[in-house]
């Protein structure tokens, strides 16, 4: 089976642990001090449910400065983690204009996404409750929810493989439309 190469694309405000969860899923690192991302790119041979993949990951900026870069790199995006911080009431009200755009710039709903809160490793620093994420998962469609820490690698894979599941099956759904539009022209007939 060839392998499948796909263009994953990390959003959310700074600070909510993009580059650390990116970190931890690509290199089994913890990355304890924080230092501002412009724009990182990995790459990862990863395994799931039998299919090797070849991962891209853009880690992008949470600033305001490097927002104009965000439509390219949605353009490129196959799927998306969108992240908050579970400390962050802001990191969460960022994400709706970003799913917004996502969908805009994609012309689609049917996007592969999944929403993340990570470090839940402060659970006592918690100010964004389990029901308002649920309830934004179930807004944009029933998208994938997790709360993640990459401090203590908590989800951190489970949460790219969902999106690498979601991703193939909207290829093989992609795949199947081509295969019936061509089996529909073979059988078209012409009258004279």
Not at 142 to 168: H, T
Request: include cysteine; charged fraction near 25%; proline fraction near 3%.
């Amino acid at each position: 089976m060839p392998m499948k190469s796909y263009h994953i694309v990390i959003l959310g405000a700074g600070g909510v642990g993009k580059s650390c969860l990116t970190a931890q899923f690509t290199h089994n690192v913890w990355i304890e001090a924080y230092d501002p991302t412009i724009e990182d790119s990995f790459k990862k041979l990863t395994v799931v449910d039998g299919q090797s993949l070849l991962l891209d990951i853009l880690d992008t900026a949470g600033t305001e400065q490097f927002t104009s870069m965000r439509e390219m790199y949605i353009k490129s995006g196959q799927g998306f983690l969108l992240i908050y911080s579970i400390t962050s009431l802001q990191s969460i009200g960022d994400l709706p204009a970003l799913h917004d755009q996502i969908c805009r710039i994609k012309e689609t709903t049917e996007v592969p996404l999944v929403l993340v809160g990570n470090k839940s490793d402060l659970e006592n620093e918690r100010v964004v409750s389990r029901g308002r994420a649920s309830f934004l998962a179930n807004k944009w469609g029933g998208v994938p929810w997790y709360e993640s820490s990459a401090k203590r690698r908590v989800n951190v894979d489970e949460i790219f493989w969902d999106l690498c599941r979601q991703m193939m099956r909207l290829e093989r759904g992609t795949e199947e439309v081509e295969v019936k539009k061509e089996k529909k022209k073979k059988h078209a007939c012409v009258i004279l």
